[in-house]
């Protein structure tokens, strides 16, 4: 078969550009493949579901252009199509005196990048959050709130659909043939310009068509402890300052859409793409491939991989994890988190010559292809309007 537009990987980047496509191609076929049985069954589904306000990000990177009008943009489009969304905001608080200032260079982004923050003391958090610990001051972000990340990811599909969009479910890419030719599925697909937003799986693909050789995918696996009591002991998101050297943003306390109050996430070295649980998904090539970087990255001690390593494998530990997290609030019943969330994988980007990970969204492509190689959070949030830049600056 074949088709003026082919989207590979079905989460919130490849659905967000398939409606891209459609509004500015009105009368283009346009086909959405996804492996799996459903849209938003891996990072986007089991993402943590916080909209993100983009205060944590240099002025002159993607991720901050993007989270800042994608958060905009999302919001009003859970609103618009009645969508749940959890305006419970967010406070950035520091556990020391030596964290004051890094709550300063927080401030300073925000105000860089457009974003609105409010400086507040200790008191003033307190009242905003009775349940808050901090040390003099805190951070209050007002457009940080939480949504429903599946709930969104079918209802675009289901939008797609209307529009015309082919969305192809159960549809694994496999290889390119020459040109813009491949097999996915059981089908020969041809297409005048493929955009490959496989996730895990980007990476690989882009290869095929000659992008991305200084690169692999290096997978962290992210769950949460949820708190399993009636009572909702906790109204906003509550996070820690962020140390700068490390690629994530740490442990928080996070409110759900519904309320439901969760320790996380985590993100621990995995060793197979979809290494969830136990053996599942197991792939030994993948499995060889990422210990082989890993132990790499553990002897160069890059980024400080080992001593961050280490500290995450601890966080498989419900008392750890409830320890290091009880450092920003005052009175939370600990016994009442005993309940793990289901893991997502973060698709990670790991430059194999700088043996850095890359920190901004990286896309490349041609003509012919545009390859999404690292689309880390804030991504959900900034998918939006991370699309219509995709679409605007690539496909013409």
Request: charged share 20%; glycine share 8%; with cysteine.
């Amino acid at each position: 078969m074949r088709t003026d537009f082919l989207v590979i990987g079905g989460g919130i980047i490849g659905l967000t550009v398939a409606m891209h496509l459609r509004n500015a191609h009105p009368n283009a076929s346009i086909l959405l493949l996804e492996r799996e049985a459903d849209v938003g069954q891996h990072a986007s589904g089991r993402n943590s579901g916080v909209l993100h306000a983009g205060f944590y990000y240099s002025a002159d990177s993607l991720k901050a252009k993007f989270c800042r009008n994608g958060n905009s943009a999302l919001r009003a489009y859970c609103k618009d199509h009645d969508l749940p969304l959890n305006e419970c905001q967010k406070l950035v608080v520091a556990t020391s005196e030596a964290e004051i200032e890094g709550l300063h260079e927080l401030k300073r982004r925000g105000d860089a990048n457009g974003v609105p923050l409010e400086l507040i003391d200790e008191k003033q958090a307190e009242v905003f959050e009775p349940n808050v610990r901090t040390t003099g001051y805190a951070l209050l972000s007002p457009t940080t709130a939480t949504f429903d990340p599946v709930q969104i990811c079918s209802h675009m599909r289901d939008k797609l659909k209307q529009f015309r969009v082919e969305v192809r479910t159960g549809a694994p890419y496999y290889k390119r043939f020459s040109g813009n030719k491949i097999l996915a599925g059981n089908h020969e697909i041809e297409a005048g310009m493929i955009i490959n937003c496989a996730g895990l799986f980007a990476c690989d693909i882009a290869q095929d068509f000659g992008f991305a050789r200084e690169y692999t995918i290096m997978p962290f696996k992210g769950v949460y402890l949820k708190y399993t009591g009636s009572d909702k002991p906790l109204r906003t998101l509550i996070y820690g300052v962020p140390d700068m050297r490390k690629p994530f943003l740490g442990v928080q306390f996070s409110p759900a859409v519904d309320g439901t109050i969760r320790i996380g996430p985590t993100a621990i070295p995995a060793f197979w793409r979809h290494h969830y649980k136990g053996m599942s998904g197991f792939n030994p090539f993948e499995m060889a491939s990422i210990l082989k970087w890993q132990a790499i990255l553990f002897a160069t001690n890059a980024f400080h991989f080992r001593e961050f390593a280490i500290e995450e494998m601890k966080k498989y530990r419900k008392e750890y994890l409830i320890q290091h997290a009880f450092r920003m609030v005052k009175n939370l019943d600990a016994s009442k988190f005993s309940e793990w969330s289901r893991p997502g994988i973060r698709a990670q980007l790991l430059n194999t010559r700088t043996l850095s990970l890359e920190q901004d969204f990286v896309v490349q492509g041609d003509q012919k292809s545009v390859h999404v190689l690292n689309a880390v959070s804030p991504a959900f949030t900034s998918s939006i309007a991370f699309s219509e830049w995709i679409v605007k600056e690539f496909v013409k």
